[in-house]
């Protein structure tokens, strides 16, 4: 199975992080998309350790080319990441996006190009 096994991801700290963690742990291989030039800087400090080793270990990383971490950047790579995926997994709480190219955005755009969705939110789980 694990010749099988690619996971594609931004590397964002919390739930990409672990993504890419997992993936890598069972075998599988790792791809970046990587959002902006700054993406790494706009990261937590507490997250940069983790984004070094895993990018370090992605087979193919994916610039988009952007310069700022805004929003529009944060949905093109959102895209980007849909766009290589034959099934988005989503940590999320089923509620609208608090901003353009929030994790429902995402969801619907992977809803509107026919990828399949499978949402994780544990019992008990809320957002900050």
Not at 20 to 40: F, I, K, N, S
Request: glycine share 10%; charged share 20%.
């Amino acid at each position: 199975m694990s010749d099988y096994l690619v996971g594609v991801t931004c590397l964002a700290d919390e739930a990409d992080q672990l993504f890419a963690e997992a993936v890598l742990r069972h075998g599988g291989q790792l791809e970046a998309v990587v959002p902006t030039q700054e993406y790494r800087g706009g990261l937590p400090e507490h997250a940069h350790a983790a984004y070094d080793q895993l990018i370090n270990q992605a087979v193919a990383v994916h610039r988009c080319g952007y310069r700022a971490s805004d929003s529009d950047a944060h949905m093109a790579a959102s895209e980007s990441t849909v766009d290589k995926s034959d099934r988005l997994f989503a940590v999320w709480d089923g509620m609208p996006a608090r901003s353009y190219g929030g994790t429902a955005d995402v969801v619907a755009y992977a809803g509107s190009r026919g990828v399949p969705v499978t949402i994780i939110w544990p019992p008990g789980a809320y957002r900050d």
